[in-house]
Nanobody, 115 residues
Framework: QVQLVESGGGLVQAGGSLRLSCTAS????????MAWYRQAPGKERELVAR???????NYADSVKGRFTISRDNAKITVYLQMDSLKPEDTAVYYC?????????WGQGTQVTVSS
């Protein structure tokens, strides 16, 4: 059974940095896009960043220049480096991977940015 495990969330002051990781395990024979989404209280889940198998990335306007998505295909892991964090970045962050042509979601990790 394929599953995703996230790590790296936590509490940080405004201006600080965090790095999220999401690793897939199980019987995996094909990879496709990977992404990070987030959901703040009372808001809908939104795309933060997405990266293709070849490494092309795109970002939400709100995080451009501050966040960097990357991936290690050999480790089936996607990362999100978050710098210059702002209180409005506070949310539960979810990783997303397309594996074996199916969509999989991580369990979510809380990121809290204090002012």
């Amino acid at each position: 059974q394929v599953q995703l495990v996230e790590s790296g969330g936590g509490l940080v002051q405004a201006g600080g940095s965090l790095r999220l990781s999401c690793t897939a395990s199980g019987k995996i024979f094909s990879l496709n896009a990977m992404a990070w989404y987030r959901q703040a209280p009372g808001k809908e889940r939104e795309l933060v960043a997405r990266i293709t198998t070849g490494g092309s990335a795109n970002y939400a306007d709100s995080v451009k220049g501050r966040f960097t998505i990357s991936r290690d295909n050999a480790k089936i892991t996607v990362y999100l480096q978050m710098d210059s964090l702002k209180p409005e970045d506070t949310a539960v962050y979810y990783c997303y991977q397309v594996l074996n042509r199916y969509d999989y979601w991580g369990q979510g990790t809380q990121v809290t940015v204090s002012s």
